[in-house]
């Protein structure tokens, strides 16, 4: 049963274009998120999170949008550079459970930044 | 400021044998989280403590053991190891003053053969 899924395993955008991953979720009682981002042989980076009060937050090039409705959230990297190619991988929590720290993984996209 | 190590950073094993893996978390955290990554797939929860207690665990057979010390450094237990254990094993510390985010570490390779 995939809580969280992530449908696209790969992406390639123009660099100074924006990137756009998506992700989904199932569990309605997720409610902190977050986006990681890994490369080969290390483990995953934090980016940015979001809590399920608000809809959108911003950390520079990067911006998380939460559409609770739909159970569906979004991260936008905007210039994207050649540093952003990783595997990006969206998580998800259930916060209000204090000191139940699973975080519940998608199975990743692989963003290319083309030259 | 150190972030969370892992260590041994490789490991080679044998089916049927033993590994403990090791974790040190950021200072000041005192929640510690295993995941196993498997190639190809997201990391799958394996163990949370804070303040030396279980205090959640996924879903994994009871080969998989885990503890946390005084210092809130922690290891991961595995027997009898079986050649599906290969994978990347996470350790991600947590900061309880107010932010929900967890920090990873760089991960142990396990390699069963």
């Known amino acids: 049963d995939q809580q969280v899924k992530q449908n696209s395993p790969s992406l390639s955008v123009q660099e100074g274009r924006i990137s756009i991953l998506n992700c989904d979720y199932t569990?309605?009682?997720?409610?902190?998120f977050l986006w990681y981002k890994k490369y080969p042989a290390e483990g995953p980076t934090f980016l940015i999170s979001i809590s399920s009060i608000k809809d959108k937050n911003e950390d520079g090039r990067f911006t998380v949008f939460l559409n609770k409705s739909a159970k569906h959230l979004s991260l936008h990297i905007v210039p994207s550079q050649p540093g952003d190619s990783a595997v990006y991988f969206c998580?998800?929590?259930?916060?209000?459970?204090?000191?139940?720290?699973?975080?519940?993984f998608g199975t990743g996209t692989r963003l290319t930044i083309i030259p | 400021d150190a972030g969370v190590t892992q260590s041994p950073t490789h490991l080679i094993k044998t089916r049927g044998q033993h590994v403990t893996l090791r974790c040190s978390p950021i200072?000041?955290?005192?929640?510690v989280s295993w995941y196993q990554q498997v190639l190809g797939q997201g990391p799958q929860f394996i163990f949370q403590y804070y303040e030396k207690e279980e205090r959640g665990r996924g879903n994994f057979p009871d080969r998989f053991s885990a503890r946390q010390f005084p210092n809130y450094s922690s290891e991961l237990n595995v027997n009898a190891l079986l050649l599906g254990d290969s994978a990347l094993y996470l350790c991600?510390?947590?900061?309880?003053?107010?932010?929900?985010?967890?920090?990873f570490g760089p991960g142990t390779r396990l390699l069963v053969l």
């Open positions: 569990n309605s009682m997720f409610d902190y």
């Open positions: 200072s000041g955290h005192k929640s």
């Open positions: 998580a998800a929590s259930d916060g209000a459970n204090f000191g139940n720290e699973k975080l519940t």
């Open positions: 991600a510390s947590r900061d309880f003053s107010g932010s929900e985010t967890q920090y």
